[in-house]
């Protein structure tokens, strides 16, 4: 068979099993259902059964020719929505998925976004990851796309979506994986930004713990349910990894924000000349594979951390070896008489929210000019409704999102 036969092939097996579980009922209905409406994640464990329905004869491919196979498509299809192949490779059966995970190389190092756990790791060091967002204002609801612009056939590849909801004293904005689920019981939940009641602060909560052991034993987290209350293969918990400050406008003279991000979870030295980011390669937990009884106990809390919510934690704790962001300072253009910033082509329309941000640092510091002046993530209107976001290492996708979402808040204080 040829290799374009084997690709068909693929899609189509993959077409089918989408239908069998839309056709099918009772638990195995269900189980299908919950696995396609979100993303295919290669790190997820099969039962039994759906093994037997993955498997059939290509898992008995030898092992050089599944390589051979695998390193084809990942060559060939660099673009989505192509790419997805990759990803039905991923979930033919376990052997192909663990080669699959070997051979697909993370944004730092290839500058792609194949599986969701790639929104949750740095980007690409050599060139930004060029996204777009879509906000609603009916629905309160903010969608990241992969791409440079809205395209024509409205068919780019949704990255996560967020859903802004107003409290009493606070503002949530609920970040998803997919665009129809913003519940925190739900597998898809990847994360919340909470701002204060003025819209100054923001605290971004991560639902998987960060890597780091010192800024884990640091960081306040919260129950998000009680223990009863939740499946013991949903994670219960916020991690917080970043806190975002935006400056008072005391004398209310009209100009750009300034901001400033702490990343947590991020250490400064990641941007130094061999240093590196926090790179995460899977969820905590998947859809069919619970979590260790060792970790958990059938009613137990996760040892170490509070089941009651607690404040958010002080914009300048345990911040003097994090990565810390500032807004890059915009010029004043005398003959259009409005403040200016070069964002190369991908932003077209004045507006407040419209800014970029470099890493800040003190001459103790020893980091590389050049790394100073770089721009890790910008944002910016493009037309009504749809802005750009560009990121960069370390960031992750996630962390990008996240900080944008901040602008959409309402801000009168700093305005």
């Not at 960060?210 to 918990?237: C, E, I, L, M, T």
């Not at 345990?318 to 807004?327: A, G, H, P, V, Y």
């Not at 890493?359 to 493009?382: C, D, M």
Request: net charge positive.
């Amino acid at each position: 068979m040829s290799f374009k036969g084997i690709v068909r092939e693929l899609k189509e097996m993959r077409d089918g099993i989408g239908n069998r579980s839309r056709r099918g009922g009772g638990e195995g209905g269900r189980h299908w259902r919950g696995r396609t409406r979100s993303h295919i994640a290669p790190d997820q464990t099969s039962s039994h059964n759906a093994e037997e329905v993955e498997q059939g004869r290509w898992a008995s491919l030898p092992s050089e020719l599944l390589l051979d196979i695998i390193k084809r498509v990942e060559d060939s299809e660099t673009s989505w929505p192509a790419r997805s192949v990759v990803v039905f490779c991923a979930a033919v059966c376990r052997s192909w998925r663990d080669v699959t995970k070997e051979i697909v190389q993370t944004p730092e190092q290839c500058g792609k976004l194949t599986f969701p756990i790639s929104l949750k790791q740095p980007g690409s060091r050599d060139q930004p990851i060029q996204c777009y967002i879509k906000r609603d204002r009916a629905t309160s609801t903010f969608r990241l796309y992969y791409g440079l612009t809205p395209s024509e056939d409205e068919n780019d590849k949704l990255l996560l979506a967020a859903r802004k909801i107003r409290r009493a004293t606070s503002t949530d904005f609920v970040i998803s994986l997919v665009a129809d689920d913003f519940s925190r019981a739900s597998n898809a939940y990847v994360g919340k930004l909470r701002s204060n009641f003025l819209g100054t602060k923001f605290t971004v909560y991560d639902s998987q713990p960060p890597q780091d052991a010192a800024v884990k034993s640091n960081s306040r987290s919260s129950r998000r349910f009680h223990s009863k209350q939740v499946s013991p293969r949903v994670s219960a918990y916020n991690y917080s990894i970043a806190s975002i400050s935006y400056e008072l406008s005391v004398l209310r003279t009209r100009g750009p924000r300034r901001l400033h991000c702490i990343i947590h979870s991020i250490p400064l030295a990641s941007i130094k000349e061999g240093g590196s980011a926090p790179t995460p390669q899977s969820f905590p937990f998947s859809v069919d594979e619970p979590p260790s009884p060792s970790i958990h106990g059938k009613d137990t809390p996760i040892i170490g951390f509070s089941t009651t919510s607690l404040p958010d934690p002080s914009p300048t704790a345990f911040s003097e070896d994090r990565l810390i962001l500032k807004n890059k300072a915009p010029r004043w253009h005398e003959q259009l008489q409005c403040w200016c910033l070069n964002f190369r082509g991908r932003v077209t329309v004045a507006s407040v929210k419209n800014f970029q941000l470099v890493a800040s640092v003190e001459p103790h510091h020893n980091i590389p000019v050049a790394e100073q002046e770089k721009v890790i993530l910008q944002f910016g209107k493009i037309g009504k409704d749809i802005f750009t976001m560009d990121y960069r290492y370390p960031l992750s996708a996630f962390q990008a999102f996240a900080i944008c979402l901040s602008s959409f808040d309402t801000k009168p204080a700093c305005e």
